[in-house]
């Protein structure tokens, strides 16, 4: 079966640190990858998604994230945090097939507190 | 921007009660999804419903759920007798219908409490 692990759970990080959190999937076929954010009392929205073409895809708010196909992984970046990026983040995987119909699989999602 | 809406915020209900949560996908698109989380686990699948019929769903999607959109602007979920792990957030998503690596666009979510 499909599944998603994100390595960290709780990430907490001063202004202007650097942040990678890890995405792995299990699927071996083609795949399409999406990071999502929670903002406090908001609802999901898309940081970025890779589907095809350059691997190193960039997103909204200066999130990035990479995909390595030989490692099944899609960790997201940002070179300095702020105290706005505080949100929970959450890694999902699109695995198209001749029956796919677009749902995604989560990850448990990582807690990300920036401290001002 | 156009959104995903969801009412209400916060149900509370009784164990063996039917709850109906109610969506408003973005008006062009044409694939919706409900998905649930529990607190403290993953955001899980429940359905997917395209041109007027259930497309994919999962494990959890039994006989106590049900979705329709009965009047083109609504998408609903049903849950006919909840349980207490019935507890969770529940989101709706919707996307166009461009290509499988469309973007889902997803509501703010219900809440919903048994108790």
């Known amino acids: 079966a499909q599944s998603v692990s994100q390595h960290n759970h709780h990430v907490i990080l001063s202004e202007a640190a650097s942040l990678e959190l890890g995405c792995n999937y299990s699927?071996?076929?083609?795949?399409?990858l999406f990071w999502y954010v929670q903002y406090p009392g908001q609802h999901l929205q898309l940081l970025l998604k890779y589907f095809s073409g350059d691997p190193l895809v960039k997103g909204i708010k200066g999130f990035e994230a990479e995909f390595i196909k030989s490692k099944f992984s899609f960790n997201l970046r940002k070179p300095s945090v702020q105290w706005s990026d505080t949100a929970e983040y959450f890694c999902a995987v699109n695995a198209p097939g001749s029956s796919n119909t677009g749902k995604l699989i989560f990850g448990q999602g990582t807690t990300l507190q920036v401290k001002p | 921007e156009p959104e995903v809406t969801q009412t209400p915020s916060h149900q509370v209900t009784q164990m063996g009660q039917e709850v109906i949560l109610r969506c408003v996908p973005i008006?062009?698109?044409?694939?919706f999804y409900w998905y649930r989380q529990i607190l403290g686990q993953k955001v899980e699948f429940l359905v997917s419903?395209?041109?007027?019929?259930?497309?994919?769903k999962s494990e959890i999607f039994d006989d106590q759920f049900s979705v329709e959109r009965p009047d083109g602007s609504n998408f609903t979920l049903k849950i006919r007798s909840t349980k207490l792990e019935d507890s969770a957030m529940y989101f709706c998503?919707?996307?166009?219908?461009?290509?499988?690596?469309?973007?889902?666009?997803f509501g703010p979510g219900t809440r919903l409490t048994v108790l």
């Open positions: 699927y071996g076929g083609t795949v399409n």
């Open positions: 419903f395209y041109n007027n019929e259930i497309s994919e």
């Open positions: 008006s062009n698109h044409l694939y």
């Open positions: 998503a919707s996307r166009e219908e461009r290509g499988r690596a469309d973007t889902q666009y």
